[in-house]
């Protein structure tokens, strides 16, 4: 299992955008980034296999871009448009093993989570 490092988490305002960052101690194939609202269940938003194209959740995919960079150890992601209640924990999470496109936003495929980045919205 790699190390992941998130950052960039703050406060933010409906209507803005969101810049984040993660970094891995060592090669990933697949990273995905997860969102947990206090009182809701963890969803993903976005995940990209590491030298193929990034699968973004619906609920997201207008809004939200990612990307990596340095052979698997970094993703990043960007959010505009920021929704009211955006207040939560947001996570980034990795595996060393390929795994099918389908199947980049299921969060049980994933053994390497960081420990998270608070965003908190004061709108």
């Known amino acids: 299992q790699v190390q992941l490092r998130e950052s960039g988490g703050g406060s933010v305002q409906a209507g803005g955008s969101l810049h984040l960052s993660c970094v891995a101690s060592?090669?990933?194939?697949?990273m995905c980034w997860f969102r947990q609202v206090p009182g809701k269940e963890r969803e993903p938003l976005a995940a990209v296999p590491i030298g193929g194209r990034p699968n973004y959740a619906d609920p997201v995919k207008r809004r939200v871009l990612v990307s990596t960079n340095n052979a698997g150890k970094m993703l990043n992601l960007q959010m505009n448009r920021l929704e009211p209640m955006n207040t939560a924990m947001y996570y980034c999470a990795a595996r060393s093993a390929p795994i099918n496109w389908e199947e980049l936003l299921r969060s049980e495929l994933y053994t390497s989570w960081g420990q998270g980045t608070q965003v908190t919205d004061y709108s």
């Open positions: 060592g090669l990933t194939s697949a």
